[in-house]
């Protein structure tokens, strides 16, 4: 007999055997952990070990390399300037105590926000940067912490610092924790504040609040405290002299963290944005200052601020000191003293100047920042050349480059006529024009030659802002990043231009199209004498497209037009060289006189010049004729003396026909003003000019002559006819419109002005008519149509009893009376004129019949 087993008993054995297992899962994990763990601090001591062996003395923190100064020279090796190592030449250690707080706390949140808790470095940083730079397949990210940029800055090589490899990651952050471990938190950021680059020259943060400010780092306020913090990212790119947006931008970004991390209010931090700053100036015995530090950022971004300080560089600029010194001479001058004819222009307002004259192939030969460098009253430090300002006028030629590779001409129409845009605000925008007054249809050579400002917006609208801005960036601009903000004020300047951009855009009309980006340095050499860059000689990159020598032609030739412009500029305005040389040359004035300009070229020199006031402020009617049109025409003229005239030659593709000057079109055998435009083959005008109208009119004007006027009334009027939308503006301006209403016809029954167009002479109106047969006679001046109705005035029933052509006088048509009633019937005799104009004339007759007729 079987015994049937318990269920209660072998639930408790699954289950006790349960318990076992998952008790032995537990041990072996737990026995993994420990070993994992064993195992991964046997790795890292291993690499600890491994990349410790060599590492350099974290006690050695404070000490410095010696540096090799390096030399810039001028294009005829004349000396420039030396790159004197800052570390030993403007550096000044400050104890950690006579640090603004507010110093520390900024330079925390922006470098490194968990610097006073971590160990030196920030895992989770390096992560986040292994991550980024893993998914942009480059370097975009470092993950350092300020106790790892200090030992990257003070304890690794020269090279070392500009390895990204693992290794190299890793040395320095065993070297970080390391220095963490020895040293304080105050104590490594008092290091850092001391060691880190601050840009212009500037190691450590005295240096930095003595360059920038003139001041000690203790005496600081909180704006400049915290400008300062954010420099170390990018010290060249955010130097405040040369790029102050940027730098300001970066001081925005720091004051955001700040308020982040609890260390100011967004109040505090707004007040703390809004100060004022004013740089202290830097008195240097320098040759062509602007340039030479243009060259030095330009170095930096290359080669780093270790390389340029302490690695020995010769560099051999394209400056040429002659013209470097007439180029700030004659800024200088016209700025204080004024010229023949011309009072200074600070007497009106305009205080400062910057020039730029490239070669043919681009080499900056001169670079004027300002009129004096040492002149705090107009912020002389600031480079000018290289600051953002709204250009007027002078982008104008782009947009026209811009309508020409779409097929208009030179000869294109554009309406110069009152015009009005809805603008984002609800308001409307009305361009005007310089001289307030409207001009018609221009002739897009006379449109771009005398800078009218309604044209080019209309333009612009054909063109396409962005297809315009892009053109614009193509050919050198470099801060119109923003298409959509701008809207059609571009086209007079809405947008900001760096002189430096602007020259390079008119050197590439210059050369045909082709864009060569502006060189200052003709070669790098490094301590041991190896060469580390030459400028290479390329012919530039075409810009324009496939017509790009035929469109930069047409643009130097209308720039080059001093017939053209003297409609608005006179003769021998600024842009007219006086020994008959042509130029191609642009003006430019900004919104309420803050900026003027001139840029133009020869076949020799390119030159742009910009006058203004570096904070700004208004100038006194100084437009860019009368500005900065004065110093570019005496700086060219300087620059040619003695050198042959040489002429703006049109290349393969250039046709040239006689138009009518009015209209654009072919010229026919009425056009008033026949002249000859110069065209891209192909896009020549292939009518003759439709809009020139020679029509016969009365003796006063008033009327079309029709085929009825009287001979001794008509004569023969030529015509320039706008379209209808314009007439009134033609008329308004002296421009005669030919009439658009025929004389009136004479009275259709007596004759009078000279001839019958509608008369019946038989039968004469009231009087009795018998049958069957009526004959009808008169005169018809033009196809007609001969009809009756019964009664006097009949509003239907009519019958047409005759047609025909034109009768001076005769039978016009025969009635048959046979069906019709006795009783008044009006006859009507209708003519059409060869003009199309319809008269009438009516008769009323009795029929009767006559006796014995039947009826």
């Known amino acids: 007999m079987r015994v049937k087993p318990n269920s209660g008993s072998i639930y408790r054995r699954r289950f006790i055997a349960l ?33 410790s062996r060599d590492l350099p003395d974290p006690a050695q923190i404070g000490q410095h390399r010696p540096a090799e100064t390096g030399y810039i020279y001028a294009r005829d090796g004349t000396l420039l300037y030396e790159l004197i190592d800052p570390l030993s030449g403007r550096r000044t250690v400050v104890p950690f105590e006579r640090i603004p707080r507010i110093l520390i706390d900024a330079t925390v949140a922006v470098e490194d926000a968990g610097f006073w808790t971590n160990p030196g470095v920030d895992l989770r940083g390096i992560l986040r940067a292994l991550i980024l730079n893993y998914q942009a397949g480059k370097v975009v990210s470092g993950g350092s912490t300020i106790t790892q940029q200090l030992v990257r800055n003070v304890l690794l090589s020269p090279n070392e610092r500009d390895d990204l490899s693992l290794d190299r990651k890793l040395r320095e952050a065993i070297l970080a924790i390391e220095v963490s471990r020895r040293y304080s938190k105050e104590q490594i950021l008092s290091m850092y504040l001391n060691e880190v680059y601050y840009g212009n020259q500037a190691y450590g943060i005295e240096a930095a609040a003595q ?22 990212q990018s010290p060249t790119t955010l130097n405040p002299l040369h790029n102050f947006a940027g730098a300001k931008q970066r001081q925005r970004t720091t004051l955001d963290l700040m308020v982040k991390y609890g260390y100011l209010t967004a109040t505090e ?352 009617e100084v437009a860019g004729s009368n500005g900065a049109g004065v110093i570019w025409r005496a700086l060219m003229e300087r620059y040619h003396e003695g050198r042959p005239i040489l002429t703006f030659e049109p290349p393969d593709g250039i046709s040239e026909v006689v138009i009518c000057a009015d209209t654009g079109a072919l010229a026919g055998e009425h056009c008033p003003r026949p002249i000859s435009e110069r065209f891209i083959a192909g896009t020549e005008p292939r009518t003759s000019d439709v809009t020139i109208l020679t029509v016969r009119v009365s003796d006063d004007g008033a009327c079309l002559a029709a085929s009825y006027t009287p001979p001794e009334r008509v004569r023969q009027v030529t015509f320039v006819v706008y379209p209808p ?28 002005e000279g001839g019958i167009i509608a008369r019946i002479t038989q039968p004469i109106t009231n009087t009795t008519v018998h049958g069957p047969l009526v004959y009808v006679r008169g005169a018809a001046l033009g196809v007609y149509a001969l009809e009756i109705a019964p009664g006097r005035s009949p509003q239907g029933g009519w019958r047409t009893i005759a047609r025909g052509e034109a009768i001076q006088e005769g039978m016009l048509g025969i009635w048959q009376t046979g069906d019709d009633a006795p009783g008044e019937y009006t006859l009507r005799l209708r003519v059409t004129t060869r003009e199309g104009i319809l008269l009438e004339q009516h008769v009323w007759v009795r029929l009767e019949r006559e006796a014995g007729s039947g009826n």
């Open 19 to 51: 318990i076992r297992f998952l008790w032995s899962l537990c041990l072996a994990f737990v026995k993994l952990t420990i070993v994992a763990t064993i195992l991964t601090a046997l790795a890292v001591f291993v690499v600890y070990r491994h990349y």
């Open 211 to 232: 360059s920038y400010f003139g001041k000690h780092v203790w005496e600081l306020s909180a704006g400049e405290a915290t400008l300062l913090a954010g420099l170390p």
């Open 269 to 620: 931090a707004q007040e703390i944005f809004e100060e004022p700053l004013r740089f202290a100036p830097i008195v240097r015995d320098i040759t062509a200052p602007h340039f030479v530090f243009y060259v030095i950022r330009l170095l930096e971004e290359r080669y780093g601020p270790e390389m340029l300080y302490r690695g020995g560089l010769r560099v051999v600029t394209t400056l040429d000191p002659r013209w470097q010194a007439e180029a700030e001479r004659i800024a200088r001058q016209w700025i204080r003293e004024g010229g023949p004819g011309y009072t200074p222009l600070r007497d009106r307002n305009a205080t400062n100047a910057g020039v730029v004259m490239l070669t043919p192939d681009a080499q900056i030969i001169a670079m004027v920042g300002s009129i004096d460098y040492n002149d705090p009253t107009i912020d002389g430090q600031v480079n000018v050349t290289l600051a953002p300002r709204q250009p007027g006028s002078a982008l104008k030629p782009v947009i026209y480059a811009a309508a020409l590779q779409r097929g208009w001409t030179p000869a294109t129409i554009i309406w110069d006529t009152p015009v009005t845009y809805p603008a984002g605000d609800g308001t409307v925008y009305a361009p005007r024009n310089y001289d307030n007054a409207f001009h018609g249809p221009q002739r897009l050579r006379m449109a771009l030659a005398n800078s009218l400002n309604i044209p080019a917006v209309r333009t612009l609208e054909y063109v396409g802002i962005e297809n315009f801005v892009e053109l614009a960036q193509r050919m050198g601009i470099t801060t119109l990043n923003d298409p959509q903000r701008y809207g059609l004020p571009l086209a007079l300047g809405a947008g900001e231009v760096r002189l430096l951009d602007l020259t390079a855009v008119y050197n590439t009309f210059r050369n045909g199209g082709r864009y060569r980006p502006p060189a200052a340095i003709l070669k790098v050499t490094n301590a041991r004498g190896e060469t580390l860059e030459t400028l290479n000689d390329t012919p530039g990159r075409q810009t324009l497209g496939e017509r790009g020598d035929q469109i930069a032609y047409l643009i130097t030739d209308i720039l080059s037009d001093n017939a053209a412009r003297r409609y608005m500029f006179g003769r021998n305005n600024v842009m007219e060289l006086r020994d008959g040389r042509p130029a191609a040359v642009k003006t430019g004035t900004s919104n309420e006189w803050r900026d003027s300009w001139t840029v133009g070229y020869t076949p020799d020199i390119t030159i742009g010049v910009w006058v203004g006031n570096n904070d700004n402020a208004p100038m006194q």
């Open 725 to 752: 939308a314009f007439r009134d503006w033609a008329e308004s301006h002296g421009i005669p419109q030919p009439p658009q209403r025929y004389c009136p016809p004479p009275e259709a029954t007596t004759g009078r």
